[in-house]
């Protein structure tokens, strides 16, 4: 079982930047292939990026591919998404997942899940 927090969001202006942070409880949290998706009010949720284990494959969305950038700190259990130059398009809710199915982009092959974080984007 793992657990998922995610932390790092807020209101920020167009142009600006968020790193939002997955924290996991398992210690052999880097043995998964972890993927961020968020979900905009009245949109279906989306693929935005995914990691593997000791980072070293990534894997972006066309839409945000050269403006995000995913890492890992496998001393910390942590997964970051850094998100730069913000527009309102980016505005949803973040969450991060966990899988042994190394490089899905499919929602319905992660196991675990956190409970997201808000990126509100003012024009």
């Known amino acids: 079982q793992v657990q998922l927090v995610e932390s790092g969001g807020g209101l920020v202006q167009a142009g600006g930047s968020l790193r939002l942070s997955c924290a996991a409880s398992?210690?052999?949290?880097?043995?998964?292939?972890v993927g961020w998706f968020r979900q905009a009010p009245g949109k279906e949720r989306e693929f935005v990026a995914a990691?593997?284990?000791?980072?070293?494959?990534?894997d972006y969305a066309d839409s945000v591919k050269g403006r995000f950038t995913i890492s890992r700190d496998s001393a910390k259990n942590t997964v970051y998404l850094q998100v730069n130059s913000l527009n309102p398009e980016d505005t949803a809710i973040y969450s991060c997942?966990?899988?042994?199915?190394?490089?899905?982009?499919?929602?319905?092959?992660?196991?675990?899940w956190g409970q997201g974080t808000q990126v509100t984007v003012s024009s």
């Open positions: 997942a966990a899988t042994f199915l190394r490089g899905t982009r499919k929602s319905d092959d992660y196991n675990y």
């Open positions: 398992a210690r052999t949290f880097d043995s998964y292939w």
């Open positions: 990691i593997g284990w000791g980072g070293t494959s990534t």
